[in-house]
């Protein structure tokens, strides 16, 4: 029953985007598009309120429980980012909203788009560690928490993985590629256009 909500929640999250964005740039009712993309948290609640339910009923916890933590947390750290990412392509494709901005490639720049990501996949690792965490001690010392402290173990490796991407392109910074002859060759004003 746990892996059927998570799959009907990532489900009602694209469906919720969808509809909240159709209504938001379609339908041209901003407001009511809004109120639907506002709705996406309650998703997660319902997940988190069953899980727990399940739990108090004397559910063993195991993988599924684990990784309903680990969606809410997923969730919560990177929903925002992606709802912007899909409005900012819409918004370019269907209202005439300006064209999203290519992300960094190389130097400084690249190291601090790399490190906000790493903030984002932190912030879900830490959510999803925090409520496996109180799983714990909602099943108490009775119950085999086995499952819910390799999940945490998960996402302590997230953590780490993300924060080591990051520190490569802090430590050894991408370098643009040397001009080709022909960008050589044009004024700079032009070069600045193509970007």
């Known amino acids: 029953m ?6 009907l929640c990532e489900a009602g999250f694209w469906v919720l985007l ?6 938001r740039y379609a339908a041209r009712l901003p407001r009511a ?5 506002l709705c996406e948290p309650l998703l997660e609640v319902v997940l988190l309120v069953v899980t727990a339910i399940d739990l108090r009923d004397g559910a063993e916890p195991d993988w599924k429980h684990g990784l309903a933590a680990v969606y809410i947390g997923f969730t919560v750290g990177l929903g925002p980012a992606t709802i912007r990412w899909v409005d900012a392509r819409v918004a370019h494709r269907f209202a005439g909203g300006p064209k999203p ?7 400084r720049a690249r190291a601090v788009r790399e490190w906000r990501t790493a903030g984002r996949w932190t912030l879900a690792a830490a959510i999803a560690i925090a409520l496996l965490q109180a799983a714990a001690w909602f099943v108490g ?7 819910l402290r390799m999940w945490q173990q998960r996402m302590l490796w997230v953590i780490g993985v993300n924060l080591i991407v990051a520190a490569s392109y802090t430590l050894f910074p991408k370098t643009a590629p040397a001009p080709t002859r022909e960008q050589a060759r044009e004024p700079e004003s032009t070069r600045k256009h193509e970007v």
Do not use: F, M, N, R
């Open 101 to 107: 901005v290519k992300p960094p490639e190389y130097g």
């Open 33 to 37: 598009g809004a109120a639907v993309l």
């Open 18 to 23: 969808a509809t909240g964005l159709t209504l």
């Open 141 to 147: 010392q009775d119950g085999d928490t086995g499952s």
């Open 2 to 7: 746990i892996v059927t909500l998570i799959v």
